[in-house]
């Protein structure tokens, strides 16, 4: 990296051992996101990725979701518990009924499934529609994690993988000449995914899983860094609450969140659904690829 850039991004602190990821990203005048709920419970879609060899995807995914497991269970607060594979396919969060944090791959290129003239195009809900990958081909995985606006909490995150375009594999030599071989690493890309998912924005601090940058035949992500370590330590403190940023969350800040929910009737229900169309966003987590 040239001096000029390098030092522009200590400046912004982009080297940090871990950078949280906040209500406005890069923020620090905004909240934190960060689970209270001790148990996130994750499933992954049953379909997998017919390209992976056998059914290593779901057990690279599920050693991934572990090396962090590992870390929480030394000095963190939650449970990330892998509950049964789901026939699910849609990401996002529903306002009523279920809610998974799934992990999928997404194996058809929208641009090439879906007509031009669809109105999924507006609205962004082409991936869904169509179960297939629709953002930046050189996107190798996405978190899309919802989240309150105003207290950080998060409600829902889910990945997936862009197997429309990588060719994901789960074995340990390189060069990919061979189908023994890495192409793009499901542990590695995971690891770094589920990073995501807990509340970690990208930093270029140096061996860091959160790096955005992933070479083809990857794996070092597939270990937790120290510096990473360290946020599962700070944010999510072994018998301690989950830690917010600014201040801590309090009844106010849930506002009529915390009440519609527990007591909405035919009045109250409309009135949670524009309460939870202004606080509720979306965050996308890119993770991008090294031409
Ligand atoms: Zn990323």
């Known amino acids: ?31 934190c996101l960060y689970w209270t709920s001790p148990r996130i419970v994750w499933n992954q879609s049953t379909y997998g990725n017919p390209d992976t060899a056998g059914d290593s995807e779901f057990d690279a995914i599920r050693a991934s979701f572990q090396s962090w497991q590992d870390i929480f269970a030394e000095c963190g607060n939650l449970a990330l518990v892998e509950g049964p594979r789901v026939d699910e396919r849609q990401v996002g969060y529903r306002r009523q009924g279920d809610n998974t944090n799934l992990v999928l791959f997404r194996t058809r290129d929208c641009n090439t499934v879906v007509p031009e003239s669809e109105a999924c195009w507006d609205d962004d809900t082409c991936a869904n529609t169509y179960d297939c990958w629709d953002d930046d081909d050189n996107t190798i995985a996405i978190t899309l994690t919802t989240y309150d606006e105003r207290s950080g909490i998060i409600y829902d995150s889910d990945i997936s993988f862009n197997a429309a375009r990588f060719s994901f594999t789960t074995a340990t030599c390189f060069p990919p000449t061979t189908t023994q071989c890495v192409a793009t690493d499901v542990q590695n890309t995971a690891t770094h995914e589920v990073g995501h998912l807990i509340g970690l924005d990208h930093t270029r601090a140096s061996g860091s899983t959160m790096n955005p940058s992933a070479p083809p035949g990857e794996v070092s992500k597939r270990v937790v860094d120290s510096g990473s370590r360290g946020f599962v330590c700070d944010a999510y403190p072994q018998g301690q609450a989950s830690q917010s940023c600014l201040h801590p969350v309090t009844s106010i800040d849930l506002g009529p969140k915390a009440g519609g929910c527990s007591a909405a009737g035919p009045g109250g229900a409309l009135a949670l659904v524009a309460v939870w169309s202004l606080w509720l966003a979306r965050r996308r987590r890119h993770e991008e690829a090294v031409r």
């Open 1 to 31: 990296m040239p001096l000029a850039p390098l030092l522009l991004a200590m400046a912004l602190g982009q080297t940090d051992p871990y950078i949280r990821s906040r209500v406005d990203a890069g923020d620090t005048g905004t909240q």
